[in-house]
């Protein structure tokens, strides 16, 4: 079997519905947000500068300096990881720079079960949802941004739903 990747905005579900496909498909799984900085260190990630940047200018400098190292994270993991649940974190699959979205792409490009888990087709609704559901306003941007919409394979909307019938509609189309 080839690795399930688990995409979307911050508070769609993407960790329990990635424990619940493990434990139904005996994968192990590989959260992105947990192995993520013996990644970045590759790069010379500063945790420091980081910190500094976000005290200084707020999350957005933050998030900006992160996204290189996040694109590095995804290309690296996909290399190493056959046969997972993948769960990224909401900013791994999302990149404004086209050419850090190209790496992406192109390391995503041969796995067939990439799947953004979002609330509803309305993107509005999805967003209001969201936020709510995180109390991060700045999720709307993950929601909207077409990044996670391009990488997708499928889209599972999730709005009303339990996990276990989230999962299954996963499993369905795998």
């Known amino acids: 079997m080839s690795n399930i990747i688990l995409i979307g905005p911050i508070s769609t579900g993407k960790s329990t519905i ?5 434990r139904e498909t ?3 799984k590989c959260s992105l947000d947990d192995i993520r900085f013996k990644y970045y260190e590759e790069l010379g ?32 993991v996909l290399e190493e990881y056959r046969d997972h649940i993948i769960d990224f ?6 990149y404004e720079d086209p050419e850090l979205f190209g790496k992406v792409e192109k390391a995503m490009l041969n796995e067939p079960f990439v799947f953004l888990l979002i609330p509803s087709q ?6 209001q949802i969201l936020c709510e559901r995180s109390g991060l306003d700045f999720n709307r941007h993950f929601v909207d941004h077409e990044s996670n919409y391009k990488l997708a ?11 276990e019938e989230t999962m299954k509609e996963i499993l369905s189309q795998i």
């Not at 990635?18 to 493990?22: K, T």
């Not at 309305?122 to 967003?127: M, N």
């Not at 394979?153 to 996990?163: F, H, M, N």
Request: proline share 5%; no cysteine.
């Open 18 to 22: 990635a424990e619940l496909l493990s």
């Open 122 to 127: 309305d993107r509005e609704k999805s967003a």
């Open 89 to 94: 974190g909401a900013g791994h699959s999302v």
């Open 45 to 76: 990630y500063d945790h420091d500068h980081a910190l500094k940047l976000q005290e200084k200018h707020g999350f957005w400098e933050k998030y900006k300096y992160w996204k290189p190292f996040e694109a590095h994270l995804v290309v690296r």
């Open 26 to 28: 005996r994968l192990p």
């Open 153 to 163: 394979k499928q889209i599972v909307y999730t709005e009303d739903r339990e996990p």
